[in-house]
């Protein structure tokens, strides 16, 4: 069992124009005890105060791009043998959900691993399409693994063996990444906390566009082949208002 570097942690975040939701991210970070981190920021040209929040907060800032590259340029410059990828939009708890986690996450030897996650919303709807989502990830592993990439810790040693996210893929890199990690290493969920999500992209696209257009998705997947064009319209970070 492998257990060292357990308290030392790399945060990549992919950005583009976040100045409304990072800082509840980094807010939630900071309050972080027991653990030693960096967070790296590889942001895509945001025009808004994006980057001034995060020099605020003390992150390295680097160029970003689409999310699979922005998590690949981060890891890139990481310290630490041990990253954990989130998106600007969650929010970390607890002030130990990191050192929970990571000790979890140690423990189990994993070599990626993720959490529950839940919606930043009280609406039953919220509640319902997330609790869906985590039954669907936990019971199809056995087929393929998924992970969401708002939510993804990883050795370092994974990441470059599999030569990190694939960049030509236009959605779902993040099952990619996850089902080839899985091959060469441990994969599991984390049970000692779930992360809490934003529900802003099931407000501004509605709730049976998304149930849509992921079904489509999996499917897609499934039968034919890894995302490789825009034929399911992605879109990355928010316009400055």
Known sequence: MIINMEKRLSIIIPTLNEEKL?????ESIKKQKGIDFEI??????????????????DAKIVEGGLPAKARNNGAKIATNDILLFLDADVILPAPDFLKRNLFE???NDFGI?????????????????????????????SIMAHIPGFCIFVRKEIHN???????SLKLAEDHDYANRA?????FGFLKSYPILVSVRRLERDGHFNILTKYALCE?????????????????????KE
């Open 22 to 26: 990072l800082p509840f991210l980094l």
């Open 40 to 57: 790296i920021m590889a942001d895509n040209n945001s025009t808004d105060n994006t980057c001034k929040i995060a020099e605020s907060f």
């Open 105 to 107: 996450f140690n423990k």
């Open 113 to 141: 691993a993720t959490c529950e996650f839940y919606p930043i919303s009280e609406k039953k709807i919220d509640k319902l399409l997330h609790k869906a989502a985590n039954f669907y990830l936990k019971k199809s592993q």
């Open 161 to 167: 063996k599999i030569n990190g996210f694939d960049e």
């Open 182 to 186: 899985s091959k060469i290493s441990k």
């Open 219 to 239: 499917a897609h997947i499934f039968f034919k082949k890894p995302i490789t064009s825009d034929i399911f319209k992605y879109t990355f970070g928010y316009p």
